[in-house]
């Protein structure tokens, strides 16, 4: 793929789940566990563009709390099981749908963004001709 092409809609949502670089899908797009690049190592996009925001941590914690509080009110209504189990079970159930998924869901959103050429919102001129 040359650098003039833009990737597909498919492809962006794979690169962003392999949290690779948006543009080019090879290089990667973290420095640490959720702590960006400056820029792509390959393809040398620049990374300043990056605006996710909270988005992510919205996402994964609609999703986690769906997940968990369903498991946790099933388990009461069949079982009534005391609550120290309560913590044993929900607790490593918590970390692992909130902190497994949350670089992918990161990387995903940025690669949207890229896709969709999202930006803040810009005043423009409307002065009569
Ligand atoms: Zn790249």
New binding site residues.
């Given amino acids: 793929m040359t650098e003039g092409t833009l990737p597909t809609l498919t492809q962006s949502a794979i690169r962003g789940i392999a949290c690779k670089?948006p543009?080019?899908g090879?290089?990667r797009l973290y420095a640490g566990f959720l702590d960006l690049r400056p820029n792509?190592e390959?393809?040398g996009?620049d990374y300043a563009f990056i605006d996710s925001g909270d988005g992510p941590a919205i996402f994964i914690i609609m999703i986690a709390g769906a997940i968990v509080v369903g498991c946790a009110l099933i388990v009461e209504v069949k079982y009534q099981p005391p609550l120290w189990l309560h913590a044993a079970l929900w607790l490593p159930l918590i970390l692992a749908t909130t902190l497994l998924p949350l670089r992918a869901m990161k990387s995903l959103l940025i690669a949207l963004q890229f896709y969709h050429k999202a930006a803040p919102g810009r005043l423009i001129d409307r002065e009569p001709k």
């Fill in positions: 670089c543009r080019c090879k290089g792509c390959v393809c996009l």
